[in-house]
């Protein structure tokens, strides 16, 4: 495959990812409108470890813990494929951290418009899939160098 055309299928990939993302986070809530009576309710303390010592199904941990951090696997593995098409240095942290600010800003929008909680623990277990889906991608890329080279 050249390079022109992996370069115009990531950009789809991606596109079409941050299109599910926005709809899974922000868009799948039927309260979303506009409530002059509602109050933001930020939850700015890390609770992780109690969450999975909770008296809680499996289930709810696993959608709570995994689906946050699985939810953004793409997200890390996609932009560096992205990022290295502009000739720009990509590195764990950087992608991290917009894994990060493009979490604050999806919390942001949930607490004023799908009026849910802005959650510390989304934030943080999203920012893990980013980087999990970047260390993915770092190794996927040296073995499919590796294989080219061969």
Request: glycine share 4%; charged share 15%.
């Amino acid at each position: 495959m050249n390079k022109i055309l992996w370069h115009r299928l990531s950009f789809v990939l991606f596109t079409m990812y941050i299109i599910a993302l926005l709809y899974l986070t922000v868009f799948s809530n039927q309260y979303l409108r506009l409530q002059e009576d509602y109050t933001p309710y930020f939850k700015l303390t890390p609770s992780i470890f109690e969450l999975v010592t909770a008296d809680e199904s499996l289930i709810f941990k696993l959608k709570n813990l995994l689906g946050n951090i699985i939810l953004f696997l793409p997200f890390g593995f996609l932009l560096p494929v992205l990022l290295k098409f502009q000739k720009k240095f990509v590195h764990i942290i950087t992608v991290s951290l917009m894994g990060g600010i493009l979490s604050v800003a999806i919390e942001l929008v949930q607490v004023y418009f799908a009026y849910r909680i802005f959650d510390i623990d989304d934030i943080i277990l999203n920012t893990v899939g980013t980087s999990t889906g970047f260390v993915l991608f770092f190794f996927s890329a040296r073995k499919l160098q590796s294989t080219l080279k061969s």
